[in-house]
């Protein structure tokens, strides 16, 4: 190797070095002058984008209506509070303890105003590379308000921030809550009327776009763009506020005296439009607060659990049970309100007539099976009328094979049964059935008077609408009219009738039967005093063979019964209280709805003059009269017991009961003319009696007696409940409350 060569080696380095330098500043300027010139566009709107930050706007979503507008749901305005660290350290680095003072201050008010944790809040203050922390969310205009003062008096306008937000009310709480549903903390819908109709309901968000750089600051520029927001459109729905609110007092009544094991419901419907005028489970829960567990008892049993992940899906199944609508996703056997709908199917088929008549022994035998009649003794030879009146199983059994498979299925798929009912709101189920082809003669016989196939109270109200208004299966609904912003109308329900079932005639017969039921039958304990009502009890058994047999009472009602408006069904699920039948748990809350319902609707009572005769009348103001003037006005008044008085003086000093009280036209009333302390006698046991023997003990004890559900003679009615409990201390004139039953047999 010679001396020349490390030099030569060394040159050629350079030169090769050199060529790599040039060639990569090639590479640098083509790909700057490719991005400057042909991908400018690309990554100018790229820097764009993340300088351009879009703020929502929320939009407000749609009022929920009853059908007289009354609001049963509806948004407002609150507000999100939060801090920005980064503000609240700026101009504080150098003074470390007056920054800890003024965190510590900020921490302290937000701490009580929001009624916060003064611990995180203040963690979050020290946060100082952030300019957002949410410190209170949805919070109220009366707390915003209080936040809003605490900024101005101490000049931290940079330092905490309110944003508006919108939240979901529910003016009424737990009213209607199975229909209504409820939203999410998004407010988009979850349940009920606010899942179904959540796309016409939240509208459309609007926002503003504004520059600001990676740290959410505000630009030099002042570039910004507002886009408003289109607000959801409203409902009114065909839920009457009152109605519900009398239909919810009823079947609360109904669970706090029978103790159901699952619950009751109740609806309440147009006949002839479908319209749902009540819809109601209970229990029920507070919208404003619905994932609250609101049996307080099974809320405790779910604490109890140990097991994290078997407190979770206990936690989710007693929600997902206490959000359910029974109504409409409950499938159940429907017992003797179903014979309606066989009744009104074997008429238009010609298969019996009012002169039929049946034997019934008290059973049927077929193919090893024996199906019992409710009364076990048999009745005998039996009337078709009859046979519906006293809800006899051996009857109907001979009915519905008249009919056929064929036949049945025909008349069970018209009325309704093997679809949905096509109600707005989510969640409606279908029961199980037998087809004509799967249909045994044990099958068809069991399913005459209401067992082995299964239905929903939608559906069997639905039907028995259909069998009394003329034979008209119609589309319940809950939702009238969609509404906009401006309270314009933008759709309105048209009533829909899916088919005619059966012939008027044969309608007219059935509301004729039907209203026999409840002047003649057990279902007396369903009549109201002034109206024509037609019915149908109902007692399926629930669960057979188990430890014990449970049961489902049931009744559906129309009026009035010579032209059906309103129809009402109440189910109570598995009572525990002794009673199972539906004539004597259901029937009584039906009449107290309709005696409520009928007047608020505008149809005026026509009494009978046996019914003239029991009414009650108002008692007169007569403190301040003389003696002679007080029963004068007495007798004025309608009054025939007359007055008791007590004491020596001359003019009435107070009276029982108070003006006002409601007594019977044959009542007393106990007129006091001194200080002569108030008489009491003790509170007899009627309980249990009849209603003649139960007035006639209380009347001996000088109480005035009001008695509700039925007012039979017949030794079968008796006393169910009494508004003083035996063995009370109660002033002698006190009106005494009593609700009686018929013994009844479905």
């Not at 979050?124 to 009366?142: D, F």
């Not at 097991?307 to 049970?321: G, P, V, W």
């Not at 035996?726 to 009686?740: D, K, Q, S």
Request: proline residues 4%; aromatic residues 8%.
């Amino acid at each position: 190797m010679t001396a020349g060569t490390p030099v030569k080696m060394k040159n050629r380095l350079h030169k090769k070095v050199s060529a790599v330098a040039v060639l990569l500043v090639l590479v640098i300027v083509a790909n700057l002058f490719r991005i400057s010139i042909f991908q400018y566009g690309f990554y100018d709107d790229y820097a764009n984008s993340h300088q351009l930050r879009p703020e929502t706007i929320k939009a407000q979503r749609g009022t929920i209506y009853d059908r007289n507008m009354e609001v049963l749901a509806q948004s407002a305005t609150v507000w999100d509070i939060s801090i920005s660290p980064k503000d609240i350290a700026s101009g504080y680095q150098e003074k470390p303890e007056e920054l800890a003072a003024k965190r510590e201050k900020i921490a302290k008010g937000l701490a009580e105003i929001l009624d916060g944790d003064y611990e995180d809040i203040l963690k979050r203050t020290e946060k100082t590379s952030s300019q957002y922390e949410l410190v209170g969310k949805k919070v109220e205009k009366e707390t915003a308000d209080a936040v809003r003062s605490f900024i101005k008096e101490n000049k931290y306008t940079n330092e905490i921030n309110l944003t508006e937000n919108v939240k979901r009310y529910y003016p009424n709480n737990e009213l209607a809550s199975s229909v209504i549903g409820f939203t999410g903390s998004d407010l988009q819908g979850l349940y009920g009327i606010e899942s179904k109709y959540d796309s016409v309901l939240k509208g459309t968000d609007g926002y503003v776009v504004a520059l600001k750089n990676a740290l959410s600051e505000n630009m030099p520029q002042s570039y910004e763009q507002r886009y408003d927001p289109v607000d959801g459109n409203s409902l009114r729905l065909t839920i009457d506020e009152n109605i519900q609110s009398f239909v919810e007092k009823t079947l609360k009544d109904v669970v706090a005296q029978h103790n159901p094991v699952g619950g009751a419901c109740a609806i309440v419907m147009d006949c002839n439009t479908g319209a749902v005028l009540a819809m109601a489970d209970y229990p029920n829960y507070d919208l404003n607060n619905p994932f609250t567990i609101y049996d307080e008892a099974l809320a405790q049993s779910i604490l109890e659990i140990t097991d994290e992940t078997e407190q979770k899906e206990a936690r989710s199944t007693a929600l997902s049970s206490q959000w359910t609508n029974k109504n409409i996703s409950y499938t159940y056997h429907p017992g003797s309100t179903f014979k309606t709908v066989v009744a009104a199917a074997a008429l238009e088929e010609d298969k019996v007539s009012l002169a039929s008549s049946f034997y019934c022994p008290g059973y049927v035998k077929m193919s090893g099976y024996t199906m019992r009649c409710n009364q076990r003794s048999g009745h005998g030879q039996i009337s078709f009328t009859d046979a519906l009146v006293h809800s006899c199983n051996p009857a109907f059994i001979n009915i519905g094979l008249s009919l056929g498979a064929e036949s049945f299925y025909e008349y069970y798929c018209g009325f309704g049964f093997t679809e949905k009912s096509g109600i707005d709101l989510p969640g409606e189920q279908i029961g199980t059935y037998y087809t004509a082809s799967n249909m045994t003669d044990i099958s068809l016989a069991s399913s005459s008077f209401g067992q082995s196939q299964s239905v929903t109270p939608l559906q069997l109200i639905t039907a028995v609408c259909a069998v009394t208004n003329g034979g008209y299966l119609v589309e319940p609904y809950v939702v009238e009219d969609v509404l906009d912003s401006d309270g314009n109308v933008v759709s309105s329900h048209d009533t829909k009738i899916r088919r005619q079932v059966v012939s008027e005639e044969t309608s007219a017969t059935m509301r004729s039967l039907m209203e026999e039921v409840v002047n003649a039958g057990g279902g007396t304990n369903g009549s109201v005093k002034g109206y024509r009502i037609a019915a149908k009890s109902g007692t399926s058994q629930k669960t057979l063979g188990a430890e014990k047999d449970t049961y489902i009472a049931s009744y559906v009602a129309v009026a009035p019964a010579d032209d059906p408006q309103i129809a009402v069904y109440v189910m109570v699920d598995e009572p525990t209280s002794g009673d199972i039948y539906g004539g004597v748990i259901s029937a009584p809350a039906v009449a107290a709805i309709m005696a409520d319902t009928l007047p608020y609707l505008g149809y005026s009572p026509n009494y009978t003059e046996e019914e003239l005769e029991s009414m009650e009348t108002t008692v007169p103001l007569l403190t301040g009269r003389d003696v002679a003037g007080a029963k004068n006005k007495l007798i004025a008044s309608g009054i025939t017991g007359g007055a008791i008085v007590k004491g020596s003086g001359s003019s009435v000093v107070r009276q029982v009961p108070a003006s006002g009280a409601k007594i019977p036209k044959d009542g007393k009333v106990i007129l006091y003319t001194d200080d002569t302390e108030q008489e009491t006698v003790t509170m007899p046991k009627v309980v249990g009696l009849t209603p003649s023997a139960a007035k006639q003990k209380l009347k001996q004890c000088n109480l005035n007696v009001t008695v509700s559900g039925s007012t039979s003679s017949s030794a079968k009615t008796t006393v169910q409940t009494q508004s003083v409990a035996e063995g009370a201390a109660v002033a002698i004139g006190t009106v005494i409350e009593l609700t009686c039953v018929s013994e009844t047999l479905d």
